[in-house]
C-alpha cells in the first residue's frame, strides 16, 4: 500500500511527468523530466554556496560538476565530500535535476557534496557515464578536482537508480585495482544488474512512477540490447563482493529494483563485509522529490545523511557539532 503523502505526490508527478515517456525519443525524454523535476525543485537552502566547474576527463570529455558547500566553512574545506552520481537510466539527468537531493544532503550533513554531469546514453553508450565517475573518483581521491579540498577529508560516493548503479560499480572497480581512499557508498533505489531481481521484478512491474518495461528500455538506451555488456559495468555480475567500503542500500517497496538492493546488500555480507539494507514501506522509485511532504522519505533522506555522517572523518563530526 502506498504511503498518503506518496500518493498525493505521484499524482503531482504523472501531472507533469506522465507515464510511459520513454517510448519517446531522448531529447523529448528529457524536456519533460528536466520540466518535472524543475516544478519539483525548491530554493537553495540558504545556509549553502554553490560553485559550478568544468572537469576534462584524462580521455578528453568534458564535464560539468557543482559543489554544494555549508556557508559557515567560507571557501575552507569540510573534513568530509561525497561524490554524487544522479539518476536517469542514463538517458536523464543533469546537475539541476537533482538538485533537491543533492543541495539537502550538503545542508543537511555539512559534507562537501559534488555532484557529476556524466555522458548520457544513447548519444554515449556503456560505459561511457562509468568512464567518467571512475576517472572523477580517482581525481577527487589525489585532490585533483577544481576545487580546493582538506588533505584529511575523506570521500564516499553516493547515488540514485542509475547513479546508485555508477557509485557501485566504481566502488567495485577501485577494490579490484588495488585503489583505497573511498569511506562509503549509500545506494538508493538501485539499479544493480540488467534486468531487476525477483520477486519485485515480478511483483512491482507495473509499479508507479517506473515499471519494468521503463527498466528494460533505458537499459538497452544504455548497455545496447546484446550482450556482451562491460562486465564491470554491471555490479550483480561481480565475480567477489569482499573488500567494498561500507554500503548503505536502499530500497522502496514499490519499485521492481527494490531487491537489487536487498540482493546486494546480502552478498557483501555473505563476503563478511559492512553493509546494511533500509525498505521504504510505502515508497516508490523516484520518490526521494517528496522529501517536502513524505513522512516515509524524510525517514528514508536521513537514513542517508546519518551513514554519511558516520564515515566522514571524525574530525568533521566534531566541527559539525560546533557549526
Same mark, same amino acid.
Given at each position: 500500500?502506498?504511503?498518503?503523502? #506518496?500518493?498525493?505526490?505521484?499524482?503531482?508527478?504523472?501531472?507533469?511527468?506522465?507515464?510511459?515517456?520513454?517510448?519517446?525519443?531522448?531529447?523529448?525524454?528529457?524536456?519533460?523530466?528536466?520540466?518535472?523535476?524543475?516544478?519539483?525543485?525548491?530554493?537553495?537552502?540558504?545556509?549553502?554556496?554553490?560553485? !559550478?566547474?568544468?572537469?576534462?576527463?584524462?580521455?578528453?570529455?568534458?564535464?560539468?560538476?557543482? %559543489?554544494?558547500?555549508?556557508?559557515?566553512?567560507?571557501?575552507?574545506?569540510?573534513?568530509?565530500?561525497?561524490?554524487?552520481?544522479?539518476?536517469?537510466?542514463?538517458?536523464?539527468?543533469?546537475?539541476?535535476?537533482?538538485?533537491?537531493?543533492?543541495?539537502?544532503?550538503?545542508?543537511?550533513?555539512?559534507?562537501?557534496?559534488? =555532484?557529476?554531469?556524466?555522458?548520457? =546514453?544513447?548519444?554515449?553508450?556503456? +560505459?561511457?557515464?562509468?568512464?567518467?565517475?571512475?576517472?572523477?573518483?580517482?581525481?577527487?581521491?589525489?585532490?585533483?578536482? +577544481?576545487?580546493?579540498?582538506?588533505?584529511?577529508?575523506?570521500?564516499?560516493?553516493?547515488?540514485?537508480?542509475?547513479?546508485?548503479?555508477?557509485?557501485?560499480?566504481?566502488?567495485?572497480?577501485?577494490?579490484?585495482?588495488?585503489?583505497?581512499?573511498?569511506?562509503? #557508498?549509500?545506494?538508493?533505489?538501485?539499479?544493480?544488474?540488467? !534486468?531487476?531481481?525477483?520477486?519485485?521484478?515480478?511483483?512491482?512491474?507495473?509499479?508507479?512512477?517506473?515499471?519494468?518495461?521503463?527498466?528494460? =528500455?533505458?537499459?538497452?538506451?544504455?548497455?545496447?540490447?546484446?550482450?556482451?555488456?562491460?562486465?564491470?559495468?554491471?555490479?550483480?555480475?561481480?565475480?567477489?563482493?569482499?573488500?567494498?567500503?561500507?554500503?548503505?542500500? #536502499?530500497?522502496?517497496?514499490? !519499485?521492481?529494483?527494490?531487491?537489487?538492493?536487498?540482493?546486494?546488500?546480502?552478498? #557483501?555480507?555473505? =563476503?563478511?563485509?559492512?553493509?546494511?539494507?533500509?525498505?521504504?514501506?510505502?515508497?516508490?522509485?523516484?520518490?526521494?522529490?517528496? %522529501?517536502?511532504?513524505?513522512?516515509?522519505?524524510?525517514?528514508?533522506?536521513?537514513?542517508?545523511?546519518?551513514? %554519511?555522517?558516520?564515515?566522514?572523518?571524525?574530525?568533521?563530526?566534531?566541527?559539525?557539532?560546533?557549526?
Amino acid at each position: 500500500m502506498l504511503e498518503p503523502q #506518496i500518493a498525493a505526490f505521484i499524482d503531482e508527478a504523472v501531472a507533469v511527468y506522465p507515464a510511459h515517456t520513454t517510448a519517446l525519443s531522448p531529447p523529448e525524454q528529457r524536456a519533460l523530466y528536466d520540466r518535472y523535476a524543475a516544478t519539483l525543485t525548491p530554493a537553495l537552502p540558504d545556509v549553502l554556496t554553490v560553485r !559550478d566547474a568544468g572537469y576534462t576527463t584524462r580521455a578528453g570529455h568534458a564535464l560539468r560538476l557543482r %559543489l554544494y558547500r555549508h556557508r559557515a566553512r567560507g571557501d575552507q574545506a569540510a573534513h568530509g565530500a561525497v561524490l554524487y552520481f544522479h539518476g536517469g537510466g542514463f538517458v536523464l539527468g543533469s546537475l539541476d535535476s537533482h538538485q533537491l537531493v543533492t543541495a539537502r544532503i550538503a545542508a543537511d550533513t555539512g559534507l562537501d557534496v559534488i =555532484a557529476v554531469d556524466y555522458r548520457l =546514453a544513447p548519444e554515449h553508450p556503456a +560505459p561511457a557515464a562509468h568512464d567518467d565517475c571512475l576517472d572523477v573518483t580517482l581525481a577527487a581521491l589525489e585532490r585533483q578536482l +577544481p576545487f580546493n579540498s582538506s588533505s584529511g577529508a575523506t570521500l564516499q560516493l553516493a547515488g540514485d537508480s542509475a547513479g546508485a548503479t555508477l557509485a557501485a560499480s566504481v566502488a567495485l572497480r577501485l577494490r579490484d585495482e588495488g585503489v583505497e581512499g573511498v569511506r562509503g #557508498i549509500a545506494l538508493v533505489y538501485p539499479m544493480l544488474g540488467t !534486468d531487476p531481481q525477483p520477486p519485485a521484478r515480478d511483483t512491482e512491474a507495473h509499479a508507479p512512477m517506473l515499471t519494468l518495461r521503463d527498466v528494460h =528500455a533505458f537499459r538497452d538506451l544504455y548497455w545496447g540490447a546484446q550482450r556482451p555488456y562491460p562486465a564491470w559495468t554491471i555490479p550483480l555480475e561481480a565475480s567477489r563482493y569482499d573488500n567494498l567500503p561500507p554500503t548503505l542500500a #536502499i530500497g522502496a517497496e514499490h !519499485d521492481p529494483l527494490r531487491d537489487d538492493a536487498r540482493v546486494f546488500v546480502e552478498r #557483501i555480507q555473505a =563476503a563478511g563485509g559492512d553493509a546494511r539494507l533500509w525498505i521504504g514501506t510505502g515508497l516508490v522509485h523516484g520518490c526521494w522529490r517528496a %522529501l517536502a511532504s513524505s513522512p516515509g522519505v524524510r525517514t528514508m533522506h536521513r537514513q542517508v545523511c546519518d551513514f %554519511l555522517a558516520a564515515h566522514a572523518a571524525p574530525v568533521f563530526d566534531t566541527a559539525r557539532r560546533e557549526a
